[in-house]
């Protein structure tokens, strides 16, 4: 009971703070661009603003346990994902110095037309609204049983506190309080892993080091699975390359690499909470279990980084979507539209929540369902009909299928364990996509 009114407390409060703190949009540049007195973010704003935007609570659910499963190599795996940002970086700096494009859609809809940006739109709103309920669900376990009256509450009244404070300045309030909950979350790992560290003398960076065996069956399925995706995964993602736009190409650049390298150690180091879970014998939700054994101060520690890392997604799938609706699709230009696409949402992302939707399976699924993306971003430059683009998105949706029901053949798959299937199916699926994206172009030869 004394741990629940302190985690009460400490997401009324921080809400609070951000919402008082936050810049109030007086116009459309400031809402949807984040352009403050006619400044753009800097390189330590933007790449701060994307490593906390990425770093959501499910990811470091998943991260701590994926190092209690697999020790390191869970959490080197789970990392393999941030390779999306220096992907997405180099391919946006290349598409804006060369192509002189403003945004993903501007680009589809002059090489490949409406009838692309409507599909792509579909796909991406799918990620915004999974994106809703699969974060806040993680809050609502830290309050209570699923399905419990506690569990509810705390999702409804965080997803509220957080439109709140999104609502006044949109993208500025988004990229503004980004950086104020990396701070935080900087600090609060580092007293979390003091904390593991200093509990126990035969816990050290040695055991960390020594805690997974390196094979495929044991991590490393994962690991190639997450880096096959990081070449389609980011460009399916507006929170992602929203944020390539909003600064210059070279500090886009800047940013967008340096996030791909300290987001990818933030993830190692939150799965050794897992690599300590794992040594001590403990099962479950690692991060849970951890926080429980040390009391009070931790747990609320571990709680308040999940509070902070949920509302940084939250906020800006909130201003993503807004983006997505009123400047990419045009559907009106205007502060008053988009913060009622902000609602909108809120509204319809918290729907699954009450329908017990599996929250862990989002990242992996999506993952595949969008492969048919890599062509069409890494080889951008490449001259294709309209047709290319549709081949190849289709045809990665067929494998996210293939991969949902377990239709793929065994004998395409040639290693053994978890994510066995995830890895060949990627694999497979991938070069599937290239090739019918370049056909119809060998075709009109």
Same mark, same amino acid.
């Given at each position: 009971?004394e741990?629940? %009114?302190?985690q009460w407390?400490?997401?009324i409060?921080s809400?609070?703070? %951000?919402?008082?703190?936050?810049?109030?949009?007086?116009?459309t540049n400031?809402f949807?661009?984040?352009v403050q007195k006619k400044k753009?973010?800097s390189?330590f704003i933007?790449?701060?603003?994307?490593i906390?935007?990425?770093i959501?609570? /499910?990811?470091?659910?998943?991260?701590?346990n994926l190092?209690?499963?697999? $020790?390191i190599?869970?959490?080197?795996?789970?990392a393999g994902y941030?390779?999306?940002f220096? =992907?997405?970086? =180099?391919?946006?700096? /290349?598409?804006r110095l060369?192509?002189?494009y403003?945004?993903?859609h501007?680009?589809?809809?002059s090489k490949?037309g409406? $009838?692309?940006v409507a599909?792509?739109?579909?796909?991406?709103?799918?990620r915004?609204?999974?994106?809703?309920w699969?974060?806040t669900m993680?809050?609502?376990t830290?309050?209570?049983?699923?399905g419990t009256?506690?569990?509810?509450w705390?999702i409804l009244?965080?997803?509220?506190l957080?439109l709140?404070?999104?609502l006044?300045g949109g993208m500025s309030?988004?990229i503004?309080?980004?950086?104020?909950?990396?701070?935080?979350f900087?600090i609060?790992?580092l007293?979390i892993?003091?904390?593991?560290f200093?509990?126990?003398?035969?816990?050290?960076?040695?055991?960390?080091?020594?805690s997974?065996i390196?094979?495929f069956d044991?991590?490393?399925?994962l690991?190639?699975?997450?880096v %096959?995706?990081?070449f389609?995964?980011p460009?399916?993602d507006p929170v992602l390359t929203?944020?390539?736009f909003l600064?210059?190409?070279?500090?886009t650049?800047k940013?967008?690499?340096?996030a791909?390298i %300290?987001?990818?150690?933030?993830?190692?180091?939150?799965?050794?909470v897992?690599?300590?879970?794992?040594?001590?014998g403990?099962?479950?939700?690692a991060?849970v279990?951890?926080?429980k054994?040390f009391g009070?101060v931790?747990l609320?520690?571990?709680?308040?980084?999940m509070?902070?890392s949920?509302a940084s997604?939250?906020d800006?799938?909130?201003s993503s979507?807004s /983006?997505?609706l009123a400047?990419?699709?045009k559907?009106?230009n205007?502060l008053k539209f988009?913060?009622?696409?902000?609602?909108l949402?809120a509204a319809?992302g918290t729907?699954?929540?009450?329908?017990?939707?599996?929250?862990?399976?989002?990242?992996t699924?999506?993952g595949t369902?969008?492969i048919?993306?890599?062509?069409i971003?890494?080889?951008?430059?490449?001259?294709?009909?309209?047709i290319?683009?549709?081949?190849?998105?289709?045809?990665?949706?067929l494998?996210?299928?293939l991969l949902?029901f377990s239709?793929?053949?065994q004998r395409?798959?040639?290693?053994?364990? /978890?994510?066995?299937?995830?890895?060949?199916?990627?694999f497979? $699926?991938i070069?599937s996509?290239?090739?019918?994206?370049?056909?119809?172009?060998?075709i009109k030869?």
């Amino acid at each position: 009971m004394e741990v629940n %009114l302190w985690q009460w407390g400490l997401v009324i409060a921080s809400s609070m703070v %951000l919402f008082l703190l936050s810049p109030w949009a007086k116009n459309t540049n400031q809402f949807f661009k984040a352009v403050q007195k006619k400044k753009e973010p800097s390189t330590f704003i933007l790449m701060g603003s994307l490593i906390i935007s990425w770093i959501f609570a /499910k990811s470091i659910t998943n991260a701590t346990n994926l190092g209690l499963d697999y $020790g390191i190599v869970g959490g080197v795996a789970y990392a393999g994902y941030y390779v999306s940002f220096a =992907v997405a970086g =180099v391919v946006i700096y /290349k598409m804006r110095l060369h192509g002189k494009y403003t945004s993903i859609h501007h680009f589809l809809r002059s090489k490949f037309g409406k $009838g692309a940006v409507a599909v792509f739109s579909i796909l991406i709103a799918i990620r915004l609204f999974n994106e809703v309920w699969s974060n806040t669900m993680v809050i609502g376990t830290y309050f209570g049983d699923m399905g419990t009256s506690p569990y509810y509450w705390s999702i409804l009244v965080f997803t509220a506190l957080t439109l709140a404070y999104v609502l006044k300045g949109g993208m500025s309030s988004s990229i503004f309080t980004d950086v104020i909950q990396m701070g935080l979350f900087a600090i609060l790992l580092l007293v979390i892993l003091g904390a593991i560290f200093s509990a126990d003398t035969n816990f050290s960076s040695k055991t960390v080091i020594i805690s997974g065996i390196w094979s495929f069956d044991m991590g490393l399925n994962l690991l190639f699975a997450a880096v %096959l995706q990081s070449f389609s995964y980011p460009f399916h993602d507006p929170v992602l390359t929203d944020r390539g736009f909003l600064s210059s190409p070279k500090i886009t650049l800047k940013s967008f690499l340096w996030a791909s390298i %300290l987001g990818a150690l933030c993830i190692i180091l939150f799965s050794f909470v897992g690599v300590y879970a794992q040594s001590q014998g403990m099962q479950g939700q690692a991060a849970v279990e951890v926080g429980k054994a040390f009391g009070i101060v931790i747990l609320l520690g571990i709680n308040f980084i999940m509070i902070t890392s949920a509302a940084s997604t939250l906020d800006s799938t909130f201003s993503s979507f807004s /983006k997505l609706l009123a400047i990419d699709l045009k559907f009106g230009n205007s502060l008053k539209f988009g913060r009622w696409s902000m609602a909108l949402i809120a509204a319809l992302g918290t729907i699954p929540v009450f329908l017990n939707a599996e929250i862990l399976s989002a990242t992996t699924i999506s993952g595949t369902m969008v492969i048919g993306l890599t062509p069409i971003f890494l080889f951008w430059k490449d001259k294709a009909p309209k047709i290319s683009f549709h081949l190849s998105v289709f045809c990665g949706i067929l494998f996210g299928f293939l991969l949902i029901f377990s239709w793929f053949p065994q004998r395409l798959i040639f290693t053994t364990g /978890k994510y066995a299937d995830l890895l060949w199916i990627n694999f497979w $699926g991938i070069l599937s996509c290239i090739t019918l994206y370049f056909i119809p172009k060998w075709i009109k030869r």
